[in-house]
C-alpha cells in the first residue's frame, strides 16, 4: 500500500542524485533580454574604417584582411601563426557573451591545426596552443581539428581550459587532461557560416554554444558553474597550422552584456576607458589581402613617417649637394683665382 510514496521517494531521490552528478547543468539561462551589444569588443565586415584602420582590434602574424569578407588568423599553408586581438581589456562589461561567425576550411586532404578564443590577461603572445602563449592566465576555447595525442574523443573537438598563468596546456591529450569541458563540433567545411558563443558570469559560470548544423539553433557545448576569471582579460583569436593545415577564418564577433538578477546591476559598456590607440597594424590601400609583417608591427602611420624621413633625407642630401657644388664653382672661378 505504501509501494507508490517509497517509489516516489526513491525517484526523488534518484532526480537528486542526477543532478549532483550533473553539478555543471546550467544553474541559469542567459536570455537574449538580458543583452547590450558592447561595439568596441565587436567586429564585423568590412573589419576597417575610412581611415582603413581597424579601431578595437589588432591583426598580426600570418593573418590577414579581406575587406568586406573575412579575417583569415592563417592562410591554408604550413607553419602559419596569426591573431586577432582586441586592443582594450575588459574593464566593463563584468558578464559578457563574445558570439562569433567562422569558416574552417581548406579541401579533404590532412588538416590542421584549429583555432582558439582567448579571455587572458596577456595579448599578442605568439605560441604554440594554436597560436598562442602557452601558461596563460584566463580562459582559452580551442576548436581542435587535429587529433596530437590518444584519446578516444571524436574531431573536431571544441575544449575549455582555465589558466592560472603557470599550468601548461597538454598536447599530448589534446588538453583533454585540463579541460573545463569539451564537446564533438563538426565545424569544418560548411557551406554555412558556423557560430559559437562563449558566456561567462561573472564568479558563476562560463558556457560555450554551438551553431554548427547550419539550423539556427544554439546547442550547449559544455557548462562550468563556480568559475572566476581574472579581471581586465583580453579578447583573442589565435590559430596556427603545421604540417597539416586550413584557412581559419573570422567573420563576425558580436559581444554583449549581461544584466539580469543573477548579474546584478552593470556599469554601462560605455563607461569602460574609451583610450583607443589610433595606430594601425595594417595598411590596407585595396580590396586585395593584404598580408601582415610577422610581428604585425607594420602600419600605415610607420609607412607616412618612412615617407617623411626619406623626402627629409633626399632634401638634405640634395640641399648639401647644391651648397657644395656653388661653393666649388665660386672657389674655382675667375674671380676667386684673382683674390690670390
Ligand atoms: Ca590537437
Redo the contacts with the bound molecule.
Sequence with gaps: MHLFPTLLQAFASLTLLCTIASADEARFEVKDSDLTYVEHFSMQPPYVDEYLMSRYWDFGGNAYVDINRFVRITPNRQSMKGWVWARMPVVNPKSWVCEFEFKVHGGDRLF???FAFWYTTGRKQVGDV?GGADRFDGLGV?F??????RNRAI?P?ITGMIGDGMTKYD?ST??QSNAIGSCTAQFREKEYVTRAKVIYVENKMVQVFIDVDGLGTWKNCFTKNDVTLPERGYFGFTSHTGDAADNHDLIRIMTYQIENEHTGKQEPPSSQPTRVDRRPDINLKTNTPVPLSAQGTSSGASYVWYGVLVVFIILAVGGIGAAAFVAYSKMNSPKSYKRF
Excluded at 144 to 149: E, F, H, K, L, V
Design positions: 590542421g591545426d584549429g594554436f580551442f581542435d581539428t587535429y587529433t596530437n595525442g574531431f573537438l598536447e589534446d588538453g
